[in-house]
């Protein structure tokens, strides 16, 4: 086996894919929450600037180059995952019948693989919703100064009139939260960046991080969802 | 002090020891094969001055006078250096305490009438060879796969001749103070070894006499530690936590680097 293929079928560098791609869905998230807030100020023009953004996304070359990566990184970041979990249950075939774990580890470090699996329901969820309907789906069509856009716009509003579905964005942030308040973190140290300096701060800022974004992403539906009460 | 006051002091710690009464279940096991099991015992009057293990010598001398077999249970210097004792007892490696053995765990940590659930380290990398000892020797072939240093270091040198940073000997010593007692493992929901193999990998990287084979130590010891079937580090911090040592996560970053870096830049191609 060449020395690229030991690095990246140890343990270790397994683990280093799990936190290149988790810190590139980081970044991921940054870029989607931001150009999402539009979505608080899309009624006053009735959609047009968040559709021109959405035409923007799905059509500029350099936002292509950047949605594959990450489409692989999420692509990456599951498989990868699975195979360190089947190795991991592996390693203790027979188990502890008393098991104290929390007074050693925090839940959410325990159990990223249960967080992570909810996320991933949730997003293929997220996807055939808006990023299917945008790509494939019979969407209305506005006419912008002679230039026909897709309405995302109103397909976000009917999503987010339903009650059960903002409910489910809710309780899926909540995961995301917990899976990134762990993941944030662990993915410095997985990438050997631990110091006495820096690390304190990363902890903050990952639970900052994983605070801050999932609540704005969770504010979106609910926002959508008391506009079309009134 | 005289001996009449020296006897009314014994006497009277004498009254004021408490006695407990306490339920063990302990995993029982026969060999490598048989499939194994707990089985309850009742012992009677411990006292709380007692170690873990001294309440283990009264149940298996009682168990020996009855003609049953005893427990078998690894132990060797009973003061918390050698890392052979090895129970997880109510859920946590070495017991309730932190930083400590299972021989430094004493009987005032538990209250009478408790029922203690007593277990083998549980790892497909270190089999249970009979009740609660388990095979450790995984950890011996990690170690000669990388942990030791390969020049002739001679006579012991002059004080100061190799200048070391005093905070560079204090992380070394923290690193090298792991006694391979396996509680990491036993601890880690992953059955991971990172923590002992990133102490044994950091004790040597950070002193001048480890440097000679630094790339190939990194690299030798991780690629031993996959081939023995330990899960990977999922940065849970259990292992830390547990460690009687209380070695540092920082010895696990570090451990990424050296090895990263190794893979990157060493001639092993």
Known sequence: MSWFNQTFSSTLGKKLI??????????FLIGHVAGNLQIFFAEADNGRLFNEYALFMTTNPAVKVLSYLTYISILGH????????????????????????????????????????????????????????????????????????????????????????????????????????????????????????????????????????????????????????? | MSDELFFQFIAKKLITIKKMNLTLKVWRQKNVNDKGGFQTYQVSDISEDMSFLEMFDVLNEDLARKGEDPIHFDHDCREGICGMCSMYINGRPHGPKQKITTCQLHMRSFKDGDTITV?????????????????????DRIIQAGGYVNV??????????????????????????CIGCGACVAACKNASAML???????????????????????????????AEGFGACTNTGACSAECPKGISLTTIARLNREYFSAKASSENV
């Not at chain 1, 799990?18 to 970044?27: H, N, P, Q, Y």
Request: hydrophobic residues 50%.
């Open chain 2, 152 to 177: 002739n270091t001679g006579g012991t040198p002059d004080a100061n001749e190799i200048p070391i940073p005093k905070t560079v000997a204090d992380e070394a010593m923290d690193a090298a103070t």
């Open chain 1, 18 to 27: 799990m936190s290149a791609t988790g810190l590139f869905l980081i970044l």
């Open chain 2, 119 to 139: 277990e083998p380290w549980r790892a497909g990398a270190f089999p249970v060879i009979k009740d609660l000892v388990v095979d450790r020797s995984a950890f």
């Open chain 2, 196 to 226: 002992f193999v990133a102490a044994k990998v950091s004790q040597l990287a950070l002193l001048p006499q480890g440097q000679v084979e630094r790339k190939t130590r990194a690299e030798n010891m991780v690629a031993q530690m996959d």
């Open chain 1, 78 to 230: 599951v498989f990868y995952s699975i195979a360190l979990t089947q190795r991991n249950k592996k390693a203790r075939p027979v188990g502890y019948s008393v098991e104290n774990a929390s007074a050693n580890s925090a839940w959410t470090s325990r159990n990223m693989g249960v967080l992570g699996t909810f996320v991933l329901i949730f997003l293929v969820i997220h996807l055939k919703s808006f990023w299917y309907e945008m790509h494939w789906g019979g969407i209305p069509v506005q006419n912008y100064d002679g230039q026909e856009v897709k309405d995302l716009y109103v397909i976000v509003k009917a999503a987010f009139s339903q009650l059960w579905y903002v409910g489910l964005y809710v309780f899926c942030m909540i995961l995301l939260a917990f899976h990134l308040s762990h993941g944030f973190q662990s993915a410095f140290q997985t990438l050997g960046l631990n110091h006495k300096k820096y690390t304190p701060l990363i902890k903050k800022v990952g639970m900052a991080f994983a605070i801050i974004v999932p609540l704005l992403f969770a504010l979106m539906p609910i926002y959508v969802y008391i506009q079309s009460l009134g």
